[in-house]
Structures are given as structure tokens and as C-alpha cells.
């Protein structure tokens, strides 16, 4: 199978041509091509290109271009805004966009917008008749996306990044899985599918960050590896864990055997996404 990575983010320089909401402890730069040969450089074959909320919000269009300049490499999911009274009609339009793959709901603890449950309503009929998996960014927030996830069983959704609050810089949190027993409770529902992503920012330890296998052992166990989908959520995890290291971790790891790697690198992604990478 394929190795796709289930989270990426590009972006430009900040400039007014583009310019950013918010300055992240990310590099100056990751554009679609410096994206592309990372994966190349470490043999990943496709990436679910996520577009940045926290520098572009609802903003889409560079990942479209970035999309358009590497299409059989980069699928591309857009975040969208509960509170756009025609948020089902940008749906629509997502829909027919080359490459889009899936749609994002920001809804971690720490966000600092509101969300209209009248709107998130409005998102999750659209993902239905559009066939769109969404995508929960709910970090600290398992409850409400456990909530969430039973009040909509017709959706398919994808939980990121564990559902744990992960570092953007060292070092992790003191417990980085106390909320796990959430996590594998929310493995019962079966609309929904988990990216182990950023997973490698939760460790204490260096390279091949050995603390971190024992807690996903136990999501494997619960979710079973055709749902779940790793990732390595680059670039707003650099400061904490390269890229490298973060694609190497998961290819050398001897705890899951070549087929479940396979899976767990590529063929749980392509399920979910319903995409598969090609460089032809």
C-alpha cells in the first residue's frame, strides 16, 4: 500500500499578498513544493493536506493552488465556519473543487471562537449529502466530540490528532494520555475513525520516542488499525519532532507487523478519504 501521511499543512511566506491571522512557532515558510520534497525525501507517497486555520482560517485557495501543482501527491480538507449562515452552500462549492477530500470543524477546548450549533448542524447535513468526512479538531474537548459524534451517527467523522492536547513546543505535557481512557471509549462508535497523528510529540524521549507505544498499543487494540490513520501533523509539529524522524518512528517501530503498518501508513487513510496518492 501507499504511505500517506493523514496531516500536513503548507503554506506561504507571510506577506499581504496572503497574509496570516495569527503567527505560529512554525518555519517562515512551508510551500506545496518544499512540502513535496520532504516527502520525498523519506518515501512518503501522498498527504492529506489540511488548510491551516490558524494562519488562513476559512481561506482554502493556496491549498487549492498547492493541490493543482501536485495533484496525484496532495488531497486537501478546508476548515469551515459554523457561523456563515451559507456555510452549506460553500460545502456545495468544496465539493467540486479539485482534489477536496473532507471538511474541518475547529472545536478544541482552548478555541477562541464561538461556535453556532445551529451552523455545526448545517455542516454536518452538507457532509452527509456531499459525502464528506469532517474532520474534528477537538483537542481537550473528547466530550463534546463524543457528543457530537453520537447526536450525527449518518456522519463520517475523523478525530485528530488522537483527540489529545499535543505541544508545539518541548516538552510534552507531564500526562499526555490522561484522557486516553476518553479516546478508547469513543472507539464504540462506528462512524468515526482517529488519525494517530502528532502522536510523536506526546513523548519524553528522543528518537525512537519508546514511551509512546504502550498508550497506542491500546488504541490499536480499540480502534483496530483500518481506522486509524497516522499522521505526522507537520509543520505545527517541527519545533517538537522533524519530519523524518516523525515518518521513521512509525516505519521502524517492530511492536506492529508489516501489515498492520500498512494499514495503519496508508490503506486506513485511503479508506477513510476514499483517495489514493499517485505520481504518475
Known amino acids: 500500500m501507499p ?30 513544493d518544499e512540502m513535496v520534497a520532504a516527502m520525498d525525501k523519506v518515501c512518503v507517497d501522498g498527504a492529506i493536506f489540511i488548510s491551516a486555520h490558524s494562519l488562513y ?10 493541490q493543482r501543482a501536485h495533484p496525484g501527491r496532495l488531497a486537501i480538507v478546508k476548515p ?14 468544496w465539493k467540486n473543487t479539485p482534489g477536496a477530500v473532507g471538511i474541518r470543524i475547529m472545536m478544541r477546548s482552548d478555541a477562541a471562537h464561538a461556535r453556532s450549533d445551529e451552523g455545526v448542524d448545517r455542516i454536518l447535513r452538507a457532509a452527509v449529502r456531499h459525502d464528506f468526512p469532517v474532520n474534528l479538531s477537538c483537542a481537550g474537548n473528547l466530550d463534546g466530540a463524543t457528543a457530537l459524534i453520537d447526536r450525527y451517527p449518518d456522519t463520517r467523522f475523523i478525530v485528530d490528532h488522537l483527540g489529545l492536547t499535543q505541544p508545539r513546543t518541548p516538552p510534552a505535557p507531564p500526562q499526555p494520555w490522561a484522557e486516553l481512557p476518553k479516546l478508547l471509549a469513543l472507539a464504540k462508535r462506528k462512524n468515526a475513525v482517529v488519525k494517530v497523528s502528532g502522536a510523536c510529540t506526546l513523548s519524553h524521549e528522543p528518537f525512537p520516542f519508546n514511551d509512546i507505544w504502550d498508550p497506542l498499543a491500546r488504541v490499536f487494540e480499540a480502534w483496530g488499525f483500518d481506522r486509524c490513520l497516522w499522521g505526522t501533523d507537520w509543520t505545527r509539529a517541527h519545533a517538537v519532532v522533524q519530519y523524518a524522524p516523525a515518518v521513521e518512528a512509525f516505519r521502524q517501530t517492530q511492536r506492529i507487523s508489516d501489515s498492520e503498518r500498512a494499514m495503519l501508513m496508508g490503506g486506513a487513510c485511503a479508506k477513510a478519504y476514499r483517495w489514493s496518492p499517485s505520481k504518475g
Open 3 to 32: 504511505i500517506i501521511d493523514s496531516q500536513v499543512h503548507a503554506y506561504e511566506a507571510n506577506t499581504p499578498k496572503r497574509p496570516w491571522h495569527n503567527v505560529p512557532n512554525w518555519p517562515p515558510h512551508v510551500t506545496g
Open 57 to 66: 482560517h476559512y481561506d482554502a485557495s493556496y491549498a487549492v493552488e498547492v
Open 80 to 93: 469551515v465556519d459554523s457561523n456563515d449562515p451559507a456555510v452549506a452552500d460553500v460545502i456545495a462549492d
